[in-house]
C-alpha cells in the first residue's frame, strides 16, 4: 500500500528563491540505464557544483506507490496545505487548477480534475498516455466533453471544463477518495491504481462507480465523429479519462486559496521526456536545465545569495539549499558571503545524486 514518511521535513516557508525540478530521476529501466550518461565529463557541471556547495535542508521521503508525487508533496507544502500519510492522494488539486482556469468551484462539494486520455489497449495490459501529447484544441475537448454530459449528469454528477486536458467534475461519492496523480499513472498500466478496494475499503464504492463510468466513456467515444477524424489523421484518440486531486480545500473556502507559492519557480522541461521513456529527450532536457537555470543558480551562489533547490524522483524529494533562514541586513549578507566561499566538497557525479531519488 502506498506509504509516505510520518514526518516528513519539507522546505519551510520563508522568503528564500526556492526552484523545484520534478522528473529528475526515476526506477523505470530506461531511466536507470540513462543515468550514467549524464555523468560523462562536462555534461552536468553546474547541477555537480551545486551539490558540491549546497546542504541537505529539507527532504520528503515515500516510495513509488505513494499517491501523490513527491513534487507535488513539496508544492502542497509551498501553499501551507498539511502534507502527511492521511493527505496522500486527497490533496485538492481540483480547486487549485479550477483557480488557475479561472473557475469558482463551489468549495462545499467535492471536485475532481477529470483529465480525458488515450488507454493505449496492449497485449498484457493497458498504458495510460500522456493527455498533455494528444495536442487537443480547446473546441474539440469542449465537443469531447458535452458528448458525455448525459453519461455523467445522469448518474448525479457536474461537469465543468476548465482547459483542453483538465475537466472538472463532482459527485459525493469522491469525497475522501485517495486517487493516483496523473503523473503518477501517466506512462504506465492503469488498472494498478484502480484495483486498491482491499486496502482503500472505504473507496470501493466510488473506483466501482468510476470504472463502470470509464467502461460507459469508452464505448461513447469509440466511433465519435472527432475521434474518427483523429484517427484518419494518425493521432491518438480520447477514449477515456484519469480521475485526480479529489481533496477538500483545508480552508474550506476559495478566497485563502493561494494562486501560487511566492518565491517558487518550478522547472517542468524533464517532464515530457521522463513520462515517455524517451531518454534521449531527457538526457537533453537535463543538459539544457544545467546550462541555463542551473548555472544561474551557480552565479547566484557565487554572489553569496540564498537559494533553495529541490530534486524530485518518483519517491523522494530533496532540498538543497545555502541553509535555514540566512535573515537580513548587514549579518546575513556577511553568513550567505562565507558560505560561498567556504571549501567545496569533491564534486558527485550526477547519477550518485539523482538515483537515490
Known amino acids: 500500500m502506498p506509504s509516505t514518511d510520518s514526518t516528513p521535513r519539507l522546505p519551510s516557508q520563508d522568503a528564500t528563491p526556492h526552484w523545484l525540478i520534478p522528473f529528475a530521476a526515476s526506477l523505470s529501466e530506461p531511466c536507470q540505464h540513462a543515468l550514467p550518461h549524464l555523468d560523462a565529463e562536462g555534461r552536468l557541471p553546474n547541477l555537480r557544483a551545486l551539490a558540491s556547495r549546497l546542504g541537505v535542508v529539507a527532504r520528503s521521503d ?3 506507490y505513494a499517491l501523490s508525487m513527491p513534487h507535488e508533496r513539496v508544492l502542497a507544502a509551498a501553499l501551507g496545505w498539511p502534507v502527511g500519510p492521511d493527505t496522500d492522494g486527497r490533496l485538492p488539486w481540483a480547486h487549485w487548477w479550477a483557480a488557475q482556469d479561472g ?22 495490459h493497458l498504458t495510460l498516455l500522456d493527455p498533455n501529447a494528444l495536442g487537443l484544441d480547446a473546441a474539440t475537448s469542449q465537443a469531447l466533453l458535452e458528448a458525455l454530459r448525459p453519461l455523467f449528469e445522469d448518474d448525479g454528477w457536474q461537469l465543468r471544463w476548465g482547459a483542453p486536458t483538465r475537466w472538472y467534475a463532482s ?3 469522491l469525497d475522501g477518495l485517495p486517487t493516483a496523480s496523473l503523473d503518477r499513472v501517466v506512462g504506465r498500466n492503469p488498472d494498478l491504481w484502480l484495483s486498491a478496494d482491499a486496502a482503500r475499503k472505504t473507496a470501493s464504492d466510488a473506483t466501482r462507480a468510476l470504472r463502470r463510468l470509464q467502461a460507459e466513456v469508452q464505448m461513447s467515444l469509440y466511433q465519435h465523429p472527432l475521434n474518427d477524424r483523429r484517427e484518419a489523421e494518425g493521432r491518438d484518440t480520447v477514449n477515456s479519462f484519469w480521475v485526480s486531486g479529489c481533496g477538500r480545500l483545508p480552508s474550506g473556502g476559495l478566497p485563502d486559496l493561494p494562486v501560487w507559492p511566492a518565491g517558487l519557480t518550478l522547472c517542468d522541461d524533464l517532464r515530457a521526456g521522463l513520462l515517455s521513456d524517451d531518454m534521449p529527450v531527457w538526457v537533453d532536457a537535463w543538459q539544457q536545465l544545467d546550462a541555463t537555470v542551473l548555472a544561474a543558480l551557480v552565479r547566484r551562489l557565487d554572489a553569496g545569495q540564498p537559494l533553495r533547490l529541490t530534486l524530485c524522483g518518483e519517491r523522494h524529494a530533496v532540498t538543497l539549499g545555502t541553509g535555514t533562514a540566512d535573515g537580513g541586513g548587514f549579518m546575513g549578507t556577511l553568513k550567505r558571503s562565507f558560505q560561498a566561499l567556504r571549501p567545496r566538497r569533491a564534486a558527485p557525479l550526477p547519477s550518485a545524486i539523482l538515483a537515490p531519488l
Not at 105 to 123: I, Q
Open 103 to 124: 473557475l469558482q468551484l463551489d468549495a462545499n462539494a467535492c471536485w475532481a480534475l477529470l483529465s480525458p486520455g488515450h488507454w493505449l489497449m496492449g497485449r498484457e
Open 62 to 64: 515515500g516510495d513509488e
Open 171 to 173: 459527485h459525493p461519492l
